[in-house]
């Protein structure tokens, strides 16, 4: 089918259903938008197409509705939502595909939702810092003694380059936390995320000065333990990061580290 008859079986109209909070403390509710469609839209084009534009199907007037977004391209991780359901990346969703035949009922409606298992600051706009204090907490970090030059650093093999570039993809985006049934705001399960990010820094031979420290994070309260391999994080990570993997060399790492701090422990 080529572009000009699949672009014909598009609605001439569209509805965007915008889940909207005011401010942290208050109650959420629906407003829903009326918008003309035009091919290769993304969901950050049509945002903004509301902001200039901020009218309900109602014809009421309200504010321009609040989202994140910095690189446009899939890079950043900031303007994850949850669209018609999925946790996904708001720049690279296509309206297109959004309205593709078989999509189910809601046909030409597009439902917009911030990620649930953050809180929102306002709109779709939702605090992730509970990632960024967990990467501080894994010292997610190469160390060095000094900024003078030391010279070449270790050599690593093709294949460690390799594994480690996998895990490097992350974006900080929140997909693998928001599909997780064990993290939840107001537990301690920290999630795929770290538990990738401690594995890549454990396996450079620089960064795994600090294994040990990384791992004893891991070993305690919200760590590997608390996982319930729902395996939910590893099909909607938009990098196809292999998390599960992580998590399973994290859960090996932590059993030699327990047995290893055990005999130890007299000494």
């Known amino acids: 089918m080529s572009q000009t008859e699949t672009t014909s079986k598009r609605p001439s109209r569209f509805t965007v259903r915008v889940k909207r909070q005011d401010d942290p403390r208050s109650a959420p509710y629906f407003q829903a938008f009326e918008l003309e469609y035009r091919p ?18 109602e014809g009421k007037q309200v504010a321009p509705v609040a989202w994140d977004c910095n690189c446009l391209e899939e890079v950043c991780g900031a303007c994850t939502m949850v669209i018609n359901g999925k946790v996904r990346q ?40 509970r990632m960024f204090d967990n990467l501080l907490k894994i010292k997610a970090w190469v160390p060095i003694d000094g900024t003078h030059a030391r010279g070449p650093g270790p050599r690593e093999t093709q294949e460690a380059q390799e594994e480690r570039y996998a895990i490097s993809r992350c974006m900080t985006c929140g997909c693998c936390l928001e599909a997780c049934p064990q993290f939840t705001k107001d537990n301690m399960f920290r999630g795929a995320q770290i538990m990738a990010q401690a594995m890549y820094f454990n396996r450079h ?11 004893d994070v891991l070993m305690g309260e919200g760590g590997v333990h608390d996982c319930g391999n729902a395996q939910n994080c590893v099909k909607v990570c938009p990098k196809e990061i292999p998390l599960t993997e992580a998590i399973g060399r994290a859960g090996r790492q932590i059993t030699v580290h327990a047995i290893k701090k055990f005999f130890n422990a007299g000494k």
Do not use: Y
């Open 40 to 57: 290769n839209l993304n969901v950050i084009s049509i945002l903004q197409m509301i902001a200039a534009k901020p009218v309900t199907t």
């Open 90 to 129: 708001a720049c690279s969703c296509l309206l297109d595909e959004l309205l593709a035949p078989g999509r189910g009922a809601s046909g030409e409606i597009v439902t917009l939702e911030p990620m649930s298992k953050f809180p929102v600051v306002r709109d779709l706009f939702v605090d992730r810092q």
């Open 205 to 215: 031979d620089t960064g795994k000065q600090l294994k040990d420290q990384r791992l």
